[in-house]
């Protein structure tokens, strides 16, 4: 597609329930990174993709926290067993992969999923 | 210490005025610098980015960085009402693989 796409664009849930939040790279993109952004904060890293290799896991708060990516497409954010805290947008954004070309250390970025836990 | 610090603002300016936007980090490894601009419900667009030192200048948008003292900066003349967002710094080192971002801070500019 002609950019990043997030889906649901607005998730509300209940404390304790499992959610699955989506993102689709642009095509060719082959970084995938997942960011958190809470009410008022800046963006918090929390995974990164190369193709569907996780070499930068350090941003998961906990374990309830996993993803996963399907070769050089589709992620998937997984929560489980939501708390409140975890109320905050979640971004995603895509590239192609660090080094490659004139300047690929931008990203583009999704509109976000926007998570509430009541 | 955060790794960038970003003043959240907000910053309340009236139309034409010229605003300047700033930043520090910590890590000297860090070589690439960018401004992103994220406009309500939405994620961030990347507006500009610059390589070590020096100026980068983009239509009424300047972006400067001084790695001596660590500070970043954006500057944004005859300002427009359409300029109202929250502006993001962000740098990374010469891998790449994890962008840092300051908090954001959130520009209003009055007509």
């Known amino acids: 597609g002609a950019g990043v796409s997030q889906s649901p664009s607005n998730k509300v849930t209940e404390k304790g329930k499992d959610v699955e939040l989506r993102c689709d790279p642009i095509?060719?993109?082959?970084?995938l990174y997942w960011y958190r952004q809470r009410l008022g904060q800046g963006l918090e890293f929390l995974i990164y993709f190369q193709g569907n290799s996780a070499p930068d896991k350090s941003g998961l708060p906990s374990d309830r926290f996993s993803a996963e990516r399907t070769g050089e497409s589709v992620s998937t954010l997984t929560i489980q067993r939501t708390q409140q805290e975890d109320s905050a947008v979640y971004l995603c954004?895509?590239?192609?992969?660090?080094?490659?070309?004139?300047?690929?250390?931008?990203?583009?970025f999704g509109s976000g999923t926007r998570l509430t836990v009541v | 210490q955060k790794e960038v610090e970003q003043d959240p603002g907000p910053l309340s300016v009236p139309e034409g005025a010229i605003v300047s936007l700033n930043c520090t980090y910590s890590n000297s490894a860090f070589q690439y610098f960018m401004w992103y601009r994220q406009y309500s419900r939405k994620g961030p667009e990347l507006l500009m980015y610059?390589?070590?030192?020096g100026n980068k200048e983009d239509g009424r948008f300047t972006a400067q960085v001084d790695k001596s003292s660590k500070y970043i900066s954006l500057f944004i003349r005859d300002s427009q009402p359409s300029d109202s967002a929250t502006y993001l710094c962000?740098?990374?080192?010469?891998?790449?693989?994890?962008?840092?971002f300051g908090a954001g801070t959130r520009l209003f500019v009055k007509a």
């Open positions: 954004a895509s590239s192609l992969p660090p080094g490659q070309g004139v300047f690929n250390y931008g990203y583009t």
């Open positions: 610059t390589y070590s030192s």
């Open positions: 095509s060719g993109h082959t970084a």
């Open positions: 962000a740098t990374t080192d010469t891998g790449g693989f994890k962008t840092i």
